[in-house]
Each structure stands twice: as structure tokens, then as C-alpha cells.
Nanobody, 126 residues
Framework: QAQLVESGGGLVQPGGSLRLSCSAS????????IGWFRQAPGKEREDVGC????????RVDGSVTGRFTMFRDNAKNTVYLQMDSLKPEDTGVYSC???????????????????WGQGTQVTVSS
């Protein structure tokens, strides 16, 4: 059964860092665009960004630009979200999703993602 599993969340102080992992089982990620999303309490889910299947193109959105980066190790069937200079407003549940294909430098529309993980909680607080 194909599934995605996120890990690496936790409690961190403002200004700290976390690295989230998105691992796949039941399929290989090397032909999939991986998107990251987050949902804060009481708010709608928002895009964090995405990384192309070969890792050559990444795109991060909005307030995380310059603080969050993505990379992948297809040999380990895992994609990573490196989060630095974390702020309290980064608190939320972070999820990854996968879609087959090549979207160039752009992220696919959310509805196109075929596989979703359950999410991992990130809490930024002193």
C-alpha cells in the first residue's frame, strides 16, 4: 500500500531549526513532485512549497522564503524540509504530498497531489 509518512516534528524555540522528513513506502519517489503544506490551528491549509522529482527545482512560498529549504535523497526514498529561523507563526501540522509528473519550476495545484501523509506537529514556542 502506497503511503507517505512525515517525521521530525517537535517543539522548538523561536529562532531554532527543525528538519522534517517525508518517506514513502509502497512506491518510489524519484518520479514524483513532493509538496509541503502546513495547517495552523483554526486556519486553512497553506502551501509551503514543492520540489521537483529530480531535486533540481524547488519553490517555497510566502513567509517561509529564505528560511525554509527542500532537498531530497531519492536513494533513501525521502524528501526533507529544512526549517531555519523558526517563528511562532510557523506552528502547525506539516504534511507532505506526492504527484507524478514534471511541473518545471512551478508547484502543482493542490488537488493534483495523489498521496498525502498524516502530518507531523511543529510547535515554535519559548
Amino acid at each position: 500500500q502506497a503511503q507517505l509518512v512525515e517525521s521530525g516534528g517537535g517543539l522548538v524555540q523561536p529562532g531554532g531549526s527543525l528538519r522534517l522528513s517525508c518517506s514513502a513506502s509502497g512506491f518510489t519517489l524519484d518520479r514524483y513532485v513532493i509538496g509541503w503544506f502546513r495547517q495552523a490551528p483554526g486556519k486553512e491549509r497553506e502551501d509551503v512549497g514543492c520540489i521537483s522529482a529530480d531535486g533540481s527545482s524547488t519553490r517555497v512560498d510566502g513567509s517561509v522564503t529564505g528560511r525554509f529549504t527542500m532537498f531530497r535523497d531519492n536513494a533513501k526514498n525521502t524528501v526533507y524540509l529544512q526549517m531555519d529561523s523558526l517563528k511562532p507563526e510557523d506552528t502547525g501540522v506539516y504534511s507532505c504530498a506526492a504527484v507524478l509528473g514534471d511541473y518545471g519550476p512551478w508547484c502543482p495545484e493542490t488537488y493534483k497531489y495523489a498521496y498525502w501523509g498524516q502530518g507531523t506537529q511543529v510547535t515554535v514556542s519559548s
